[in-house]
T-cell receptor, first 112, second 115 residues
Framework: GENVEQHPSTLSVQEGDSAVIKCTYS??????FPWYKQELGKGPQLIID?????GEKKDQRIAVTLNKTAKHFSLHITETQPEDSAVYFC???????????FGGGTRVLVKP | NAGVMQNPRHLVRRRGQEARLRCSPM?????VYWYRQLPEEGLKFMVY????????ESGMPKERFSAEFPKEGPSILRIQQVVRGDSAAYFC?????????????FGDGTRLSIL
């Protein structure tokens, strides 16, 4: 089955700096890669996603890149703000599948 | 435009009791997924249902766990004879269609504690 590895497990940045989270996946049949933000006591909230026919996608301060050959994808947050502090999860889904396989999560702390 | 609604938010049960977790999908969504999250871990898939049908239950433990999504009403995840190891956060997600065509949106979960 699919396996998703996520690094780092914790990330501390100064407000205004950039944060980068990296994920690798094992199954070349995966073609959809969402990123979720989870705040304390809440459910995962979809913040951005990318499909395998696209190499990069951007939404304001958030961008995601995908390298299909290397089977890795990354989340970039620029100009970080304290409200970006949360746990971020990457995930992968196969074209004909229905179950998301999640990475282990990255706890991001943005220090004012 | 309500999101995915889960209840209860917190549930405490003693070992051997039954736990029932409910999930109402977003309006217009007929696909429901259940995931389990242990502390400090990512979410693990349990089961995928459409109305009145279980499509994929490959992540469900073979015993004590069952799920349904009836024609009317919410989806139910049922855990019989709970044990300490069942303590976790259980999340429900819904989508408008299956596969990778439509994103999965999550509720805020039910935190199950077993005494």
């Amino acid at each position: 089955g699919e396996n998703v590895e996520q690094h780092p497990s914790t990330l501390s940045v100064q407000e205004g700096d950039s944060a980068v989270i990296k994920c690798t996946y094992s199954d070349s049949a995966s073609n959809y890669f969402p990123w979720y933000k989870q705040e304390l006591g809440k459910g995962p909230q979809l913040i951005i996603d990318i499909r395998s026919n696209v190499g990069e996608k951007k939404d304001q301060r958030i961008a995601v890149t995908l390298n299909k050959t290397a089977k890795h994808f990354s989340l970039h947050i620029t100009e970080t703000q304290p409200e970006d502090s949360a746990v971020y999860f990457c995930a992968a889904l196969k074209a004909a599948g229905n179950k998301l396989t999640f990475g282990g999560g990255t706890r991001v702390l943005v220090k004012p | 435009n309500a999101g995915v609604m889960q209840n209860p938010r917190h549930l405490v049960r003693r070992r051997g009791q039954e736990a029932r977790l409910r999930c109402s999908p977003m309006k217009g969504h007929s696909h429901v997924y259940w995931y389990r999250q242990l502390p400090e871990e990512g979410l693990k898939f349990m089961v995928y249902l459409q109305k009145e049908n279980i499509i994929d239950e490959s992540g469900m433990p073979k015993e004590r766990f069952s799920a349904e999504f009836p024609k009317e009403g919410p989806s139910i995840l049922r855990i019989q004879q709970v044990v300490r190891g069942d303590s976790a956060a259980y999340f429900c997600a819904s989508s408008r269609a299956g596969g990778s065509n439509q994103p999965q949106h999550f509720g805020d979960g039910t935190r199950l504690s077993i005494l």
